[in-house]
């Protein structure tokens, strides 16, 4: 009975001091409940779990669905186009591409070698090969025509040892056909350098010059030396330099009088933007006060005495006055 009572409370989790001195009956409907109980829900849980796992078996399912659909980038794809498409060309070798000929694997190697380089670098690579088979003699040569001038140069184009066209001789080095066409120009220019834009070391049209950075300099100069103030109430060992300019007008009144000024004298403006730009960088210690703000000595004493002034009689304020 005992092991009974003990089985019936580890079951239920009842506590023993409540079932010690019940009747048999009682213990054997306590210990059916528990059966039923503990027994569903350990069920329960099993099946909760079954489905937790499928749902888990579910979304990585959906996940390597996705990765496979991701699989195929962009360069993925520009290779697969062109191993179905091929180079379009079938002068070389009957009627046949010469993208078909040259072996895909060697070619799709020589290609991710050649996007790893850099610019710089890949450029000389294919302007050597250009250079090299470059027929650019005074006379043409052929084995059963007769020598004649030469009126523009012939450009031959070679992959793994086998002729090919431009257009896979361009995708084997991951670049376009105008590269090629370009970097074959810049031959006659650069000669065997690698290529270098027009624009490097050249200022573009809109630079400002120094002079308008000095033009505007010279405006705020004089503009807060007949409008501005130094801050006051500072300490004599302060080295910090800076002057206040009246509330009334804030950075854009500044420039408009700017503008005014220029215009009189027929000279070129520079942009709000970069007017606030050169303020900062050239005369950065020149700051708008905020409107409402007591900083003399006079103000101040004005403020404190208006304060201190509800206790006292209306006589006294008049004097104050």
């Not at 910090?240 to 009189?264: F, H």
Request: proline share 4%; hydrophobic share 30%; with cysteine.
């Amino acid at each position: 009975m005992a092991d009974s009572q003990l089985s019936c409370a580890s079951c239920s989790t009842v506590p023993p001091e409540l079932t010690c001195h019940q009747d048999p009956d009682f213990h054997e409907e306590l210990e059916l409940v528990g059966e039923l109980y503990f027994d569903n829900n350990e069920n329960d849980g099993s099946d909760d779990c079954d489905s937790c796992s499928d749902i888990d078996n579910d979304c990585n399912e959906n996940v390597n669905s996705l990765n496979e659909s991701n699989y195929l980038d962009t360069e993925g794809i520009k290779q697969q186009s062109f191993k179905i498409n091929g180079c379009g060309c079938t002068r070389l070798y009957s009627n046949k591409p010469c993208s078909s000929v040259v072996n895909w694997g060697t070619l799709i190697s020589y290609r991710l070698s050649c996007l790893e380089k850099s610019k710089q670098e890949l450029d000389l690579i294919v302007k050597y090969q250009i250079f090299n088979h470059t027929q650019s003699g005074p006379v043409t040569v052929g084995l059963k025509r007769k020598a004649v001038d030469r009126k523009r140069q012939r450009q031959n184009f070679y992959f793994a040892g086998q002729v090919v066209c431009r257009n896979t001789f361009a995708f084997a080095h991951g670049v376009s056909k105008n590269t090629i066409i370009s970097i074959g120009s810049s031959i006659d220019v650069n000669s065997l350098e690698a290529r270098v834009h027009g624009n490097n070391k050249k200022l573009p049209k809109h630079t400002l010059e120094l002079q308008g950075v000095q033009m505007v300099k010279t405006f705020l100069e004089n503009y807060s030396s007949q409008n501005g103030m130094p801050l006051p109430g500072r300490t004599p060992q302060a080295n910090e330099k800076c002057i206040l300019l009246p509330s009334d007008k804030n950075k854009s009144d500044i420039y408009e009088l700017y503008c005014g000024a220029l215009d009189r004298t027929g000279q070129k403006q520079v942009g709000p933007s970069t007017f606030r730009k050169i303020w900062l960088e050239q005369c950065p210690y020149l700051l708008v006060m905020k409107p409402a703000t007591d900083l003399c000595l006079k103000c101040q004493k004005h403020v404190e005495n208006i304060t201190k002034s509800g206790n006292i009689t209306e006589e006294e304020k008049q004097i104050k006055l």
